[in-house]
Each structure stands twice: as structure tokens, then as C-alpha cells.
């Protein structure tokens, strides 16, 4: 079978389970997403960071072993946003007039630039560029506020035609509400990705993809690389034409191995071949490599400026919200806003996953530094009791997968009670409708006059949202302030003891 042929196979097979983990359910975005995410470079080194080490979140180093043995294959076949890249060029050549590619010059100051940006930000503490030009987290935005509500869409005007004939073999999803600003941005950056991929191949992948680039240092050194053999090369440019790349300098009879992407369809297109994907055995001229000398320069620069930008960098990720709902509420298992901003990179599979679609993209919530990361916003739902699936999918350990025992204690916010907003307290008359919701039995109702008023009790409150949730009122009653660090509630009563309630003497049993 020739080798790309597998190439091809297996992004075929890499990008279905991935649509599977963004658009299935609960339980199938569980598990492809634990098996796929394994093998996405700057999510499992961020989980590796987080859990000091943890053999689940080793995929980055296997990533490493793979680019420095065959060079870049992760950008192929394993990187989903690689492959949507491959797919645009695909049907670009499909429906318009055949472009031929030919040789580009590496643009390595900004390539480089942004690498040495992402990395020196990532370790004063903001994620912003991460955020905005992570492979996989770029994708899954793209998936989740592009994708996945065409799907829904498409999904629900099927459904609603096969119920006109009486056939209910699929059903109606419910689709989480999208942000404005988010869908705006993911267009910008698909729209850009899309134009790049038509008329520059992968240049996203070569010129400002970090990771690519990270990739594409080590991929310099592999043992298998696509190579020119010189005697056979007619410079005929039939190789350079099909480079989705552009690193082949037919003239020269050269290939970049930093920005080659291993699609090999220049194995496929030489017709004496000459282009060979092989061990690099063959010893260069040495020459003044003046690029690297530029390399060092632009990063001396480039370190200098980004100390300079970090301080007002810093001043914009701080909050912005009034102070009496200043905190964004994160989910259960990110132990702090602090943590979550830290390692969150706005991938939104949480915001897919979650199946009370409490989970929400913000745009500023958390300042520049936090741009896109989602949070909970309780007037679309609240975090179901019995629920943990999206520590379980996210992939960075921004939110830790923790059982649902200890995520039952977990406080992420206190609930505050307004009495003058509430009608049981403004008018004298029955409502109760949080108390009833209440899962830990922190809203509860006393009796006084025949009418049960609303009390609250915040030692034992998880600050799920389901009391703000459901009232009745505008503006709300009774809402959840946030808590920057998370804290431990108390085991409600129900769980400690139960209690015995006797029926009362006027009721008589059921009769039947």
C-alpha cells in the first residue's frame, strides 16, 4: 500500500472520531475524547504540567518520538486542524481552476516570533496567544460554534419532517446558546484559514501555528525525511507544482524538512523518483547558516518586547465585572479561576459536552489573557448534581476529573437571597420553586402564617445555580456569586441522616 494512501486513511479515520467527540453524546465524548486527546501536542502538555507527570498526559513526548523518527506526521494525520486544512485544499482544487503551488520563502521572524511569544506568555502565566493559534483548541471552536449548530439544524429539520410521517427514529437535540462575539471571531479565523488554504497550502501550519513550528525544529533533525535525489531529478517542478507546503525548491532540487508536512504527494507526482522519503544519510555542504544567527536575534528581540507587553497584559486579564457578581463561576474540578484561566485554551469541548448546556463561551469575561475561555452562566441551566462529564473530557486539566462523591462538595460559588425581589417575601404568597430544586438543601423554606418563606444557608450551598435557574423573578431573587478559590461545602443533612417525617393523623392511605 503506498504511504499515502495510509496518510490519508488515517486522517479520515482521526477526523471522524473527532466530529463523533464534539457532536455525540455524553458518553461518546467521554470516550474518544480520552483516546484522541492523548495525541494532541499542547493539550497533553499542559495535562502532563498539571498533574505533575501523570502517564495519561504523556501524548506530547510521544509526539516527539514520532516527529523526531518520521518527521512531521503529527501535522498530516493525527492534528484535526491539519487535516480540515487538507480537506479545504482539496475540494479548493476540486472546484477552482488548478492553481499550481510553487517554492515559498520561510518567513522564520514571524514564525519564530510567535513560538518564543507562546512560549514565554505561557510561562508568565497568560495563555492568550495559545488560546487564539492552538491546532487543536482552534479546531475545536470551530467545531463547536460552526459545526456542531449546522448539524443541529440539519438534525432537527429531519426529525421535524420524519415526525409528519409518524417515524420517530431520531430526536430533537438541544443545541447550547452561542455568544455573538464568539461566533464572529471563529468566522474571522475560518474565513482566514480558509483563504490561506486555498491560495498558501499550509502556511497557517508553517508560519503561525506554534506548534508546527515547535515541530518543524525538531522534524530538522529526523531520521526519515522526504529527500531530492539529485541524479535522477530532471528539475522537471512537477514535485514543487503538488507541495501543499510550499518547501520544495525544485530548482535548487532541496526540501525544507522544518516545513515539510508529510502529506506525500510528492512521492506520488515524480514520475523518475527522484523524491524519496528515506533515512537522510546524505551529508550536506557546510555553510554560515545565517538564518540561525537571524533566529537568535529576532529572539532576543521578540523576549524583550513580550517582558515589556506582560505588565499591561497582565492589568487587562485581571476582572472586569461589577463587585457584586465580579467572579466567573468555573466549573466543578478547576480549583480556582486562577487555575482555570492558567490552563484553559478555549477549546469549548466542555461547552459540547456539558448536557445541561450550563457551560458557556465568554468572550472578556476573564479579561484579554482569558479570551474565549468558557464559564458557567446560569440563565441557560445549572451543573446537574449527578454530573461530572466535563472534568472527564476536558483536556488540558483545567478541569480535573474528580468523582461524583467529592464534586457533590465542591463550592463553587455561595448563593445570595434579595427577600425585596422575591414575590414570597413582596406579596405573602407560596413559590418555594428554589428551595424545591435546591440539591444539598441550602434554599429551604420555614413556615410562618401559613405561607413557607424562603431562608438560605451558604455552609451548605455548592452554588450548582439551579435555585437562580428556576426563579421566577427579574431581576433574580435569589443567584450565585462566584468563588475564586473553590471551596468545600458541608455534607447536607440528607446524606448524614435521614430523616423520618410522619404522615400526618387527617391522611388516609391510598385506596388502591
Known sequence: MKIRNIRIGISFFVMGLFILSFFGGEKISIFFSNKLLF??????????????????????????????????????????????QDVMIFFSRK????????????????????????????????????????????????????????????????VSIFEKFDIYALSMIELHQITPLILIVTLLLFFILLVMSIFRGRMYCNTICPVGTLLGI????????????????????????????GCIDARNQTVDPTRCVACFDCLEICIKSAVEYNQAIKKKDKKIDLSRRNLLKDSVFTAGSM?????????????????????????????????????????????????????????????IAGIMQPSMDFKQGYCEYECNICGKVCPTGAILSISLEKKKLIQIGKVHFIEDYCVVYKNDEDCGACAEICPTHAVFTVERDNVFYIETDVDFCIGCGACEYVCPEVPKAIFVDG???HEKAKKPFSDEEPVQIEAHQDYEDFPF
Do not use: W
Open 39 to 84: 495525541f494532541q501536542f499542547t493539550p497533553s502538555l499542559l495535562k502532563f504540567i498539571v498533574v505533575v507527570g501523570g502517564l495519561s498526559s504523556f501524548g506530547f513526548f510521544i509526539i516527539f518520538l514520532l516527529t523526531i523518527v518520521f518527521g512531521r506526521v503529527y501535522c498530516s494525520c493525527l492534528c484535526p486542524l491539519g487535516i480540515l
Open 95 to 158: 472546484t477552482i481552476k488548478r492553481r499550481k503551488n510553487s517554492y515559498q520563502k520561510p518567513y522564520n521572524s514571524i514564525r519564530y516570533s510567535i513560538l518564543i511569544l507562546t512560549v514565554i506568555s505561557s510561562i508568565l502565566g497568560t495563555l492568550i496567544f495559545i488560546n487564539f493559534l492552538d491546532p487543536y483548541s482552534f479546531f475545536g471552536r470551530i467545531a463547536t460554534n460552526m459545526f456542531k449548530p449546522l448539524f443541529v439544524f440539519i438534525n432537527n429539520v429531519i
Open 218 to 245: 525538531v522534524s530538522r533533525f529526523s531520521v526519515f525525511k522526504i529527500y531530492i535525489d539529485k541524479e535522477k531529478c530532471t528539475s522537471c517542478g512537477q514535485c514543487e507544482n503538488e507541495c501543499r507546503a
Open 307 to 367: 517582558i515589556l507587553l506582560n505588565f499591561p497584559l497582565r492589568l487587562f486579564s485581571k476582572k472586569i465585572v461589577p463587585e457584586d457578581k465580579s467572579v466567573p463561576i468555573t466549573p466543578p474540578g478547576s480549583l480556582s479561576v486562577d487555575h482555570f484561566t492558567a490552563t484553559c485554551t478555549a477549546c469549548h469541548l466542555c461547552v459540547s459536552a456539558c448536557p445541561s448546556k450550563v457551560i458557556k463561551p465568554t468572550f472578556l469575561k476573564y479579561g
Open 483 to 485: 468563588n475564586r478559590v
